[in-house]
């Protein structure tokens, strides 16, 4: 490996491209100055670097190793937008001992995860890589706080570019090909130069963005793991993809669009038996049923429930009771849990409306594997409620509730969603989608049905980072893993789950790729997992995306 890299600092390094133009904005404007400045400050700084070089043969781990032998003047690392602003954008990269609006991407930090989704290689590793392919205009300094972005070359060229730099290279080579995992295939990088993968570890593989996907938020796979359906609520649609196997990739299939019924529509769910779909669209307080095909994965509207008397308005969640003939709607006007019977002809037949104020902001509900409970979340009043439900009748009626800020509980404001284990042992909770704690909670089911507070993880505290807005939240079938979604933080985290106290530790964190290439996160909102749990698929909500994971399984 040392070997190609001495070759990419020599001979590559003086790779050349065509000179992009200097600075457009109107001489003597502020942002010219400005500009201008902050390309003499860089200046300084590449010679500083290269002075390090010449005594140490490499170049230095951080920018403050360059303070104060070969950079006297500190101030030199501050932009002047960062003096009259405040502001610093590095993308993640941080030197342990000054701060600096400079990000120097031959540093010794990990990619970071807001650089291609993160990689065990160093930045120094990845940007040799890099440089090995397209040469010395590989940048070592970068300012974000211009447009368009300054930058100087390992090569010492001072260039202008977008953010995404690889993009001056397209002609050349596929920007996919410069990420950190195409590059440590391409250089049979040794597998041992990365850390070892856990069961449950998950690989950025691709995205998918579609027009029919505005505002993309449900998610869900088929049994048999064939088909994956998603909802859209601006696009007032559900969208239908196959799905191959072997890559995870989507191929699509079909887009019903209705805005009458599907405007607003947040959740998708299918029946255990594959021959339903239930959509909920909040909107028109509309429950969508749809019939499926089950050899196509086509969907046909057969019936829906609507704003009525007896029916829901405001539907945000809509599910399939397992191993049963019911469907449970939130509807928050009036505040209820409604039930449904799915006929044998395929009809929503109304049950019951149960109606208390504890579901008047209720976001999220879901079930114990055998159907006797059911768990429902109010954000706006910070409760988590567990309700019982007859099997015959399907009627339920509310056996606890449990709020914030009382008997030790101080994590559910803002709570957004809950998951049930996949033996009924515990309770998860996310909270901070809309606003109040940025959290997990961990709750232990009882015999008699109740459930009981075991630990709760903030944000920046108890092990849990990157994790703002918490909300969507999705365990594998062995209960071995569990991830989850900050929305606000456009961020995937990964869990090791211990089945026996169900305790978590954090393992694994995906941001927002903004430079294209890495997963699209922006308003991360939707997970769904394949039955064989070899892929994960997560909806961003702002950028219409459906962006792929490889799992590791055994």
């Given at each position: ?15 050349q ?13 502020l ?22 070089r010449?005594d140490?043969k ?15 003047d ?30 120097f ?21 990845f ?14 300094l ?5 447009t ?44 041992a ?11 950025f ?7 029919d ?8 796979v ?13 696009a ?13 990739r989507?191929?699509h ?18 029946s ?5 779909a ?15 095909n ?37 509807a928050?006007?009036?505040?209820a849990v ?20 504890c ?6 509900l879901?079930?114990?594997?055998d ?30 509730l ?5 008997d030790g509980?101080?994590?559910l ?53 990157r ?15 569990l ?12 869990f ?15 941001v ?22 070899r892929?994960l ?6 950028s ?11």
């Open positions: 490996m040392k070997v190609w890299i001495l070759l990419a600092l020599t001979a590559l390094a003086h790779r491209v065509p000179a992009q133009n200097p600075p457009s904005a109107a001489a003597g404007s942002a010219a100055r400005e500009a201008e400045t902050c390309s003499r400050n860089l200046k300084i700084i590449y010679e500083s670097i290269q002075a390090y010449k140490h490499e170049v230095p781990n951080w920018l403050s190793d360059l303070v104060p032998k070969y950079l006297a500190s101030a030199v690392l501050t932009c002047p937008v960062t003096t009259r602003t405040g502001r610093t954008q590095t993308h993640g990269l941080s030197d342990p001992k000054v701060t600096a609006s400079y990000a991407d031959f540093c010794a930090q990990e990619v970071p995860p807001e650089l291609w989704g993160g990689s065990p290689l160093s930045m120094r590793q940007k040799n890589l890099q440089m090995a392919v397209v040469g010395g205009d590989t940048p070592i970068r300012c974000y706080l211009h368009p972005t300054l930058n100087v070359g390992f090569n010492g060229k001072s260039y202008e570019s977008e953010r995404v730099w690889e993009n001056r290279f397209k002609q050349v080579v596929p920007l996919r090909d410069l990420s950190p995992r195409r590059l440590v295939e391409r250089f049979a990088i040794p597998r130069d990365q850390p070892a993968r856990a069961e449950g570890h998950l690989e593989i691709g995205s998918l963005a579609r027009e996907l505005r505002s993309v938020v449900g998610i869900a088929s049994p048999d793991g064939k088909f994956v359906y998603a909802v859209a609520y601006n007032a649609s559900v969208v239908v993809f196959a799905r191959d196997e072997i890559t995870g989507l191929t299939l079909q887009t019903i669009s209705d805005r009458r019924l599907l405007q607003g529509a947040v959740r998708i769910r299918l255990s038996d594959g021959r339903h239930v959509a909920a669209s909040f909107i028109p307080g509309s429950v969508p049923l749809f019939e499926r089950v050899a196509t994965g086509r969907l046909e509207l057969v019936n829906a429930a609507t704003d009525g008397v007896e029916g829901p308005n405001l539907v945000i969640r809509a599910d399939f009771c397992p191993n049963s003939p019911f469907i449970y709607a939130i928050s006007t009036p505040a409604v039930a449904f019977h799915l006929t044998p002809e395929g009809k929503l037949q109304f049950v019951e409306s149960n109606q208390d104020q579901f008047a902001d209720a976001r999220s879901t079930f114990s594997p159907g006797r409970s059911i768990y429902v979340i109010n954000p706006g009043a910070g409760t988590l409620a567990v309700l019982e439900r007859e099997e015959q009748t399907g009627k339920t009626k509310l056996k606890q449990i709020a914030d800020e009382k509980v101080h994590g404001d803002g709570v957004s969603q809950v998951k049930c284990s996949p033996d009924g042992k515990f309770l998860y909770v996310s909270a901070g989608r809309q606003k109040g704690d940025n959290a997990i909670g961990i709750y232990r089911t009882n015999p008699n049905g109740t459930v009981a507070l075991v630990k709760e993880l903030f944000n920046d505290r108890d092990g849990l980072t994790f703002e807005g918490g909300n969507e939240l999705i365990l594998t079938s062995d209960g071995l893993n991830y989850a979604l900050g929305t606000r933080s456009s961020s995937l985290l990964g090791q789950r211990h089945p026996e106290t169900g305790a978590l530790t954090q393992d694994q964190t995906f927002h790729d903004r430079y294209g290439a890495g997963p699209v996160l922006s308003g991360a909102s939707g997970l769904a997992l394949t039955p064989d749990g892929h698929y997560v909806t961003a909500e702002l219409q995306t459906i962006s792929i994971f490889n799992r590791r399984v055994r």
